[in-house]
């Protein structure tokens, strides 16, 4: 098989990833406010995919990242085929989580994907230290850091309207909950979109039809519209466990988790860092529904999701060797 059909494929499988990203991870930003009928679900997918299209389009430092920190791209001689691998791994991942509603990460199924496939065509060697342990402590801290800013912004706001009534507010926020949805698919679109844009530039710089550090324009473009379109499709497993079954979601509770999961979120894509944007949105939640009462947290489905979480990136890393060593056998 040609290098330019591997490429093609790749391009092709790395849009498809960010298509069903789209309608598994975009959930996550509207779910807080479909959940409390700030928007119907209609409207909020609408919302959803001109944002993330916005988002995706106007960002590339994540994508910068994934080309250049994960794997060193130079020592691995099967780099095509290794992204193939991984990508086919983190779309199997996907698919079987968004089967069960669980929101596990899709960043860590491709992070994860591209490190068992590349250990398995190189060695441990070619995996790029300093830059693959500050992506994990950035998947890491992000979920911590949205649990404590979700805990302190609904405090916040406990302080700042205890006076108000409770109908009214609750009118008034589902007004604010419109804006801040619209907030958190665009900063979804800042960092998700771009792991796709990564996963490309480097399938194109392996064959020598881009420079490295580069994203090209139309591959902005494409990831941008999969990702819109997956959104448009919509992901009602996942809306269903992030807004109903952590815990009951008021508008003032979805405002405080769409803003704090925001910041974090446009934090790490400032600096170039991907995150899991259904860690940092489902993290904001607990926080802030734990400022509102521990017990109003169904700590249950959180535990659930904390175990997903944790072994999504050994097994898509082992599913993704799996398919490499499968691949290389009939190659």
């Keep these: 098989m040609t290098s330019y059909l591997l490429v093609s494929l790749t391009v092709i499988l790395a849009l498809f990833f960010d ?6 991870d975009t959930a996550n930003a509207i779910a807080t406010a479909v959940s409390t009928k700030a928007l119907s679900p209609k409207r909020a997918i609408i919302t959803a995919s001109c944002m993330n299209f916005l988002g995706a389009i106007l960002f590339t430092g994540v994508a910068k990242t994934i080309a250049n920190d994960i794997v060193d791209v130079a020592n691995i001689p099967d780099l095509t085929l290794v992204i193939i691998a991984a990508l086919i791994s983190a779309i199997a991942w996907n698919l079987i989580t968004w089967y069960f509603g669980i929101p596990s990460s899709s960043s860590h199924a491709l992070i994860g994907s591209i490190a068992g496939a590349a250990i398995v065509a190189a060695g441990f060697g070619c995996i790029n230290l300093k830059g693959f342990l500050n992506i994990i402590k950035s998947l890491i801290i992000s979920p911590i850091l949205a649990l404590v800013v979700g805990y302190i912004v609904f405090s916040l706001f406990k302080v700042l309207f205890k006076n108000l009534n409770l109908s009214k507010a609750n009118r008034g926020f589902r007004r604010i909950q419109v804006v801040t949805a619209a907030i958190q698919s665009f900063a979804h679109g800042t960092n998700d979109a771009q792991k796709s844009m990564g996963i490309i530039s480097m399938a194109l710089v392996s064959c020598g039809l881009a420079e490295s550090g580069s994203i090209p324009f139309w591959v902005q473009a494409c990831c941008a519209a999969a990702m819109a379109l997956g959104t448009s499709i919509g992901g009602w497993r996942i809306i269903k466990t992030v807004g109903t079954q952590i815990m009951k979601i008021r508008p003032v509770s979805g405002v405080a988790a769409d803003l704090s999961s925001a910041l974090i979120i446009f934090g790490a894509s400032h600096i170039g860092l991907p995150v899991s944007t ?17 017990k109003s947290v169904k700590w249950d489905t959180g535990k659930r999701m904390v175990i997903t979480w944790f072994i999504t990136l050994p097994i898509s890393a082992v599913i993704s060797a799996i398919i490499f060593s499968i691949i290389k056998i009939f190659l």
């Excluded at 298509?19 to 598994?24: D, Q, S, T």
């Excluded at 259904?278 to 521990?294: L, P």
Aim: cysteine-free; overall charge neutral; aromatic content about 8%.
């Design 278 to 294: 259904t860690h940092v949105i489902s993290s904001s939640i607990m926080g802030g529904g734990s400022a509102q009462s521990v």
């Design 19 to 24: 298509f069903i990203n789209g309608f598994h």
